[in-house]
Nanobody, 120 residues
Framework: QVQLQESGPGLVKPSQTLSLTCTVSGGSIETNYYYWSWIRQPPGKGLEWIGYIRYSGLSYYSTPLTSRTSISRITSKNQFTLRLTSVTPEDTAVYYC????????????WGQGTQVTVSS
């Protein structure tokens, strides 16, 4: 059974950098066909895909967030990370990490989500 767990600060000040880590258990982040996503849901809005890092280590980002986003991985710890720079209150959301199966074109395992609030 694959499990994902997000961790990181719940409060970030405007203009600072949001940093989150997703720890994966029950499967390797280097396994073929799996991509590892960050997704968020602002209050009262739908899910927004932020980006993913592929099993190969290549990262792809949502166009509106490309300039502020970096997704990387620590293979020795089976973790992947999100950095979002220059945050504003509009970045307040529940942030999820999830596994994407490229052969099924769907996210099949999700973390429980972590609330991040951007406020001074």
């Amino acid at each position: 059974q694959v499990q994902l767990q997000e961790s990181g600060p719940g409060l970030v000040k405007p203009s600072q950098t949001l940093s989150l880590t997703c720890t994966v258990s029950g499967g390797s982040i280097e396994t073929n066909y799996y991509y590892w996503s960050w997704i968020r849901q602002p209050p009262g809005k739908g899910l927004e895909w932020i980006g993913y890092i592929r099993y190969s280590g290549l990262s792809y980002y949502s166009t509106p967030l490309t300039s502020r986003t970096s997704i990387s991985r620590i293979t020795s710890k089976n973790q992947f990370t999100l950095r979002l720079t220059s945050v504003t209150p509009e970045d307040t959301a529940v942030y999820y990490c999830a596994r994407y199966r490229s052969d099924y074109d769907s996210h099949d395992y999700w973390g429980q989500g972590t609330q991040v609030t951007v406020s001074s």
